[in-house]
């Protein structure tokens, strides 16, 4: 009977231990922990079938902004599908067509300029950033001068963090889970929407544009520091996410319309599906009035997360 201890001790030493044997399965509620730990806002909605995870988008967040991206990537990793955004499909005859027709986006049209399409008020801030900032705005296209105001005077796309749509991509892309674009957009058609458009279209996304500039750089890490507070209504009364939500494609009436349209389509018919869909929503199609939040929610659904209004 003394080998009995020695018997026991060496089935102990060979028998695989409890924590080698295979790991449970994540639970839908473990995955939602998960990902709201990575500091990101985000919305669940519990359907009769699993879970929607719907993560609130900003671009170009400022990299002081104190958000965990690593936990994201394992929320993703234990998913069971993933939602992106739209993705344009660009051919070469796009890129073409848009160096030979390069003026139409970059210029006022026959060679008009600024005052004949601004008012006297609007010109008069227009010209007074140009002379500040050293630039010639009375030609240009009102688009490309706004984003050449944001991306120069306010730097709001330089020195950035991870964005959520590349952290979840690259996550499922290693790990094999699904990922659905919310549309695939003909560039083409983008290329004809934008070239369409005429300058007065583009008038409210200057407006904007510059009153973001003269609200100052700090705004861009005001916006960064509110989305990472949860405070969505702060965020969306940013001047910038203010005046990127009143800029092409966001907001044309057909294009924009079409995008919103898209996302609400595609969580309807996410709650069909078993599991946990995560899915990476630009925050002002979420949260903007009688946007994919209001929608869900006038659908009766009970929607968990930060106060969006």
Not at 95 to 107: A, E, N, P
Not at 161 to 178: C, I
Not at 186 to 211: S, W, Y
Request: with cysteine.
């Amino acid at each position: 009977m003394k080998t009995l201890p020695y018997l026991l001790a060496l089935a102990a030493l060979t028998a695989p231990p409890l924590a080698a044997q295979d790991d449970p399965a994540p639970t839908e509620n473990s995955i939602v922990v998960t990902a709201q730990r990575s500091g990101a806002p985000m919305w669940t909605i519990d359907t009769p079938t699993g879970t929607i995870i719907l993560v609130g988008e900003i671009r170009a967040i400022p990299e002081t902004t104190p958000w965990q991206p690593d936990r994201l990537k394992d929320a993703t990793a234990q998913a069971s599908r993933v939602i992106l955004g739209a993705r344009p499909k660009i051919s070469p005859g796009d890129v073409l067509r848009l160096i030979f027709s390069g003026s139409k986006f970059t210029k006022l049209p026959d060679k008009t300029e600024a005052p004949e399409y601004l008012t006297p008020q609007q010109w008069a801030r227009l010209a007074a950033l140009g002379e500040a900032h050293g630039e010639d705005y009375a030609r240009q296209s009102f688009l490309l001068t706004s984003f050449q105001m944001l991306r120069k005077e306010l730097r709001f796309n330089r020195d950035t963090a991870d964005e959520p749509a590349d952290v979840v991509k690259k996550a499922a892309d290693r790990a094999d889970v699904p990922i659905t674009r919310a549309a695939s957009l003909r560039g083409e058609d983008i290329i004809d929407n934008l070239a369409d458009a005429p300058p007065a279209a583009h008038i409210p996304c200057l407006t904007a544009a510059m009153d973001a500039v003269e609200s100052g750089p700090d705004v861009v890490e005001q916006r960064g520091a509110d989305w990472r507070r949860y405070d969505i209504p702060a965020v969306m009364a940013n001047p910038l996410e203010q005046a990127l939500g009143q800029c092409w494609p966001w907001a044309d009436e057909t294009l924009g319309t079409e995008l919103r349209t898209i996302w609400v389509d595609n969580i309807n018919a996410a709650q069909t599906q078993p599991g946990v869909t995560l899915a990476v929503v630009p925050l002002r199609v979420l949260a903007e009035s009688d946007g994919v939040l209001d929608r869900l929610a006038a659908q009766g659904l009970d929607i968990a997360g930060p106060a969006w209004k």
